[in-house]
């Protein structure tokens, strides 16, 4: 088991791959993270907490978010280890 830290941590990187990978509003993210929309507006707003730079692109209704800095993050890692780091979290719930 991995602490709660280690969880959060987990979902925002997997919220950030997901944003540099493709044109994801909240709806698209919650549906492929399964989480609730207004959890993955939460999740994306602490993505400057770990040194992430996302900004919202297009009218409020269609637009998507778009990742400009990975920060202190290793984008190479997180792709390398998706599938892991996706299941540990779905046996940590």
């Known amino acids: 088991m991995h602490s709660r830290t280690r969880q959060s941590n987990v979902r925002l990187l997997l919220i950030a791959h997901e944003i540099a990978n493709g044109q994801h509003n909240a709806v698209s993210l919650s549906k492929k993270l ?54 540990e979290l779905r046996e940590s719930l």
């Open 34 to 87: 399964d989480m609730t929309k207004s959890y993955a507006v939460q999740c994306i707003s602490r993505l400057s907490d770990m040194g992430i730079d996302v900004q919202f692109v297009g009218p409020r209704t269609a637009g998507y978010y778009e990742l400009l800095s990975w920060g202190w993050n290793d984008p190479e890692y997180l792709a390398k280890n998706y599938d892991d780091l996706r299941q």
